[in-house]
């Protein structure tokens, strides 16, 4: 699992990334007082892209709302990790998290996920 790294490019001219030159994937496991999760990309052909994962979460103790991402180069079969967060959560919370990979304005993946009400 390994990106190039944030802020990298392939080269000076920089044509449009294929329009399906990623998949963006959420990956959920057990945490210490709740979950972790994690946002990556998954290269399916050499890509350049921003991506965006933005988790929110409310319930009793609160409401929370963060975003994180940055900018991306990955070669074919490679995994970018977007970013990593570790989030409280109980039963009677809600959570919405949303993996956004985009070029130049353009949205070129994105999954999204739901908990609760």
């Known amino acids: 699992m390994m990106a190039l790294g ?4 392939f080269g000076p001219a920089q044509a449009a ?5 990623a998949v963006a994937t ?15 990309a998954v290269a399916l052909a050499r ?3 921003t991506a965006s994962l933005t988790v929110e979460r409310s319930g009793q103790s609160g409401h929370i709302k963060t975003k994180q991402g940055g900018e991306f180069a990955v070669e074919k079969g ?3 990790e977007i970013a990593t967060l570790a989030i409280s959560m109980t039963p009677e919370d809600s ?5 956004t ?5 353009r949205q070129i993946a994105t999954s999204s996920l739901r908990v609760g009400p």
Not at 17 to 21: D, L, R
Not at 95 to 99: C, S, T, Y
């Open 6 to 9: 944030a802020g990298l490019m």
């Open 17 to 21: 990334p294929p329009v399906q030159c």
């Open 26 to 40: 959420i990956q959920v496991e057990p945490g210490a007082a709740g979950i972790t999760l994690t946002g990556r």
């Open 47 to 49: 890509c350049q892209f």
């Open 78 to 80: 490679r995994v970018a």
């Open 95 to 99: 959570l919405a998290v949303e993996l």
């Open 101 to 105: 990979l985009s070029f130049a304005g």
